[in-house]
């Protein structure tokens, strides 16, 4: 989480806006969902996933079109 990059936001989520963050373990990608609590100051992991390179442009950053 601290080294992932947000590729995807989605201010308008309830109750908290939430994000898409791409972070990487052994050389495989890695999306996780999180929302983030500014009252509470905490950061919630709704899912993780490892990404389908189906859906996903080669850097995983992208969604193919």
Known sequence: MET?????TYPDDEPYPS???LGWVSHR????VV????VGNTLIV?????????????DFRRRRK
Do not use: C, K, Q
């Open 19 to 21: 994000r898409l963050i």
């Open 29 to 32: 990608p890695l999306h996780v």
């Open 35 to 38: 929302a983030d609590d500014p």
């Open 4 to 8: 992932g990059e947000t590729i995807e």
């Open 46 to 58: 709704i899912t993780a996933y490892e990404p389908n390179p189906a859906l996903w442009e080669s």
